[in-house]
């Protein structure tokens, strides 16, 4: 189906599907902090009325600093982005003509952009009974391969995959001159998150990408960061363009790192969330994964597609992301995002109505 490839933006899914966009509806297709962004950006936000009259640093010096710091590693392992998407271009750019796999479901955006370049795609589809990651498999399938693309915690599934089972991966890939990308987009909405970042320095190969823009609310501010080796950081900077960031994202990140509190808080609220959620959705009978980030995959499991259940919802102004671009899912599934307290009791009645007029 020639839907949206991406969630949000709504207009957009109602004109492709040629519905009338109700008056009110609620997004569940993005999937950011259902708390919004930090008061601190509110705070200063007037300060950053000066930014716009002076170019930005083109090196992010401040703000990688402080990443570096965080991470205890070197500045010359970080290079900020455009958000996480234009440092997931610059990884395409660096893999021109390579053979790629790509473990689905997952991220549509690594497709289009390894595409782009010229790659040659391969798969591995997970399974949708346990979404496990099959290691023998695709250990296999990275000794005929340049590059993997995995993102952790998952999109769309939500399933967090430990660093046990990532290290597999990464001595195959350092075994086979494989370039392993861990798109970790929504690795700090995971309760008992396992830094990856120390593991840098043990595998060369190792390309970190992380978005800024999801925990803190911030998609119309574009910031995200890469982590790796420095040759790798410093070819991937060679292909960015000067002034990538804008000084009021600079800024911004610079606040934001030290937002910890806040993000304790958010992963506290989306957790209680599920605890409500998760029985509901048992009782009315649907079928969701065991996400561990702010969102998940929801089915009736009467239905093989979701095609009129997604219908239904948007007539009722619940805009939930189709899967119909994701390999392996091809409709099967819908995406919801954990929102606040409201707007999942909105949810959770529409759910209702629709049980009622299909049992």
């Known amino acids: 189906m020639n839907l949206p490839s991406h969630g949000a933006n709504p207009h957009y899914l109602y004109e492709k599907i040629g519905l009338a966009m109700p008056k009110n509806i609620i997004d569940f297709s993005a999937n950011i902090n259902p708390l919004g962004p930090p008061g601190i950006l509110k705070e200063h936000w007037n300060s950053f009325y000066e930014q716009m009259q002076v170019y930005p640093d083109p090196e992010g010096r401040i703000l990688k600093r402080q990443i570096a710091e965080n991470e205890k590693i070197s500045e010359q392992e970080v290079l900020l982005g455009n958000g996480a998407a234009e440092l997931l271009a610059l990884v395409g750019r660096m893999l021109a003509g390579k053979k790629v796999l790509?473990?689905?479901?997952?991220?549509?955006e690594y497709e289009k952009i390894c595409r782009a370049n010229g790659c040659e795609i391969h798969?591995?589809?997970?399974?949708d009974l346990n979404w496990q990651l099959d290691l023998?498999?695709?250990?296999?399938?990275?000794k005929h391969v340049d590059a993997v693309f995995l993102c952790n915690p998952n999109n769309p599934t939500g399933i967090y995959y430990k660093k046990e089972a990532l290290l597999v991966?990464?001595?195959?890939c350092v075994k086979h001159n494989c370039y392993f990308i861990l798109d970790e987009a929504f690795?700090?909405?995971v309760p008992f998150y396992e830094n990856m970042i120390p593991e840098q320095k043990n595998y060369p190969?190792?390309?970190i990408v992380r978005s800024m823009t999801k925990m803190f609310s911030i998609p119309g501010i574009r910031l995200g960061y890469m982590v790796a080796n420095?040759?790798?950081?410093?070819?991937?900077?060679?292909?960015?363009?000067?002034?990538?960031l804008n000084s009021i994202a600079?800024?911004?990140?610079?606040?934001?790192?030290?937002?910890?509190?806040?993000?304790a808080e958010t992963i506290q609220y989306v957790e209680k969330e599920k605890q409500v959620l998760v029985p509901f959705y048992a009782k009315m009978g649907f079928t969701i994964t065991n996400s561990q980030s702010n969102f998940y995959l929801l089915k009736d499991p009467l239905y093989d597609k979701q095609h009129d259940f997604l219908h239904f919802l948007l007539k009722e102004g619940i805009v939930a992301r189709h899967t119909y671009n994701y390999p392996g899912l091809d409709g099967r599934w819908l995406r919801f995002a954990i929102k606040n307290r409201q707007e999942n009791e909105r949810l959770q009645g529409v759910m209702t109505k629709w049980m009622k007029t299909q049992r």
């Not at 790509?102 to 549509?108: A, V």
């Not at 023998?136 to 990275?142: A, F, N, P, S």
């Not at 991966?169 to 195959?172: E, P």
């Open 123 to 127: 798969y591995y589809i997970m399974n």
């Open 136 to 142: 023998e498999k695709i250990t296999e399938i990275i």
């Open 230 to 244: 420095a040759s790798v950081i410093k070819k991937m900077a060679e292909l960015q363009p000067h002034w990538s």
């Open 169 to 172: 991966l990464l001595k195959a």
């Open 250 to 263: 600079l800024k911004t990140g610079e606040l934001l790192l030290e937002e910890k509190a806040f993000v």
């Open 102 to 108: 790509l473990i689905q479901p997952t991220f549509s």
């Open 205 to 207: 190969f190792l390309i």
């Open 187 to 189: 690795y700090d909405f």
